[in-house]
């Protein structure tokens, strides 16, 4: 059976669970094979799934920090504009 876009998208996403049954892990290859924009929407996923398991197994190497804060004039303009919005 061939997948459509839609349902071999699907697919991916369970794959990626370890939920797909070899008949439709199959049906997936198939369809990646056949398909390129499905072909890179999973190489992509596969990236993110590589880099999210990276991340997990090293966190003191992960900065969430922002590069970059609003200035002290830029969040008093927020909170003025913020408190005008909510008595409005």
Same mark, same amino acid.
């Given at each position: 059976m061939m997948f459509s876009c839609k349902q071999a998208t699907e697919r991916m996403s369970a794959s990626l669970d370890g939920k797909l049954s070899l008949s439709q892990r199959i049906g997936l290859r198939?369809? /990646?094979l056949m398909c390129k924009f499905c $072909? %890179?929407?999973? $190489?992509? !996923?596969?990236i993110v799934r590589d880099a999210t398991h990276r991340c997990s197994e090293h966190?003191? /190497?992960?900065?969430f920090r922002p590069e970059k804060t609003l200035s002290q004039q830029a969040c008093d303009r927020i909170k %003025?504009? !913020?408190r005008q919005n909510t008595h409005s």
């Open positions: 198939l369809h /990646l $072909s %890179r929407c999973w $190489s992509q !996923l596969n966190p003191e /190497l992960i900065d %003025r504009l !913020l």
